[in-house]
């Protein structure tokens, strides 16, 4: 997932999988698309998805990549594997609930 310093990364995504906080999982066929665009030095990006636009920051440099969502849904991405990618979104609510899907991304910058 990482991009080179400075670069704007497209990912498309493929999911094959979501699993519940509770630990049910079925089958996804969900797409997506992950535009990234590096805002400054240190890692922090614009994330675009789904209509959707947030400040994201990649806490390594390769990586995990968290923004927030709204109001209060957390999300993190983490690569997995060479093209696999874990999306975690938390939503912070009363009571809290979370997913996980299971990506398989191509770079199609």
Same mark, same amino acid.
């Given at each position: 997932? +990482?991009?080179? @310093?400075?670069?704007?990364?497209?990912?498309?995504?493929?999911?094959? !999988?979501?699993? #519940?906080?509770? %630990?049910?999982?079925?089958?996804?066929?969900?797409?997506? =698309?992950?535009?990234? $665009? &590096? /805002?400054?030095?240190?890692? /922090?990006?614009?994330? @675009?998805?789904?209509?959707?636009?947030? @400040?994201?920051?990649?806490? #390594? %440099? $390769?990586? &995990?990549?968290?923004?927030?969502?709204?109001?209060?849904?957390? !999300? #993190? /991405?983490?690569?997995?594997?060479?093209? *696999?990618?874990?999306?975690?979104?938390?939503?912070? %609510? /009363?009571? &809290? $609930? *979370? $997913?996980?899907?299971?990506? =398989?991304? @191509?770079? +199609? *910058?």
């Amino acid at each position: 997932m +990482a991009s080179a @310093e400075g670069a704007k990364q497209v990912l498309f995504c493929q999911a094959s !999988q979501i699993c #519940t906080d509770a %630990g049910n999982c079925h089958p996804s066929s969900a797409q997506i =698309t992950f535009t990234l $665009t &590096p /805002l400054k030095a240190g890692g /922090l990006y614009q994330i @675009e998805y789904n209509n959707i636009k947030a @400040e994201m920051q990649n806490i #390594t %440099g $390769t990586g &995990p990549y968290v923004w927030v969502e709204g109001n209060g849904i957390a !999300q #993190t /991405l983490l690569a997995a594997g060479d093209k *696999s990618v874990l999306w975690h979104r938390m939503n912070a %609510g /009363l009571p &809290p $609930t *979370s $997913t996980i899907q299971f990506l =398989t991304c @191509e770079d +199609a *910058s």
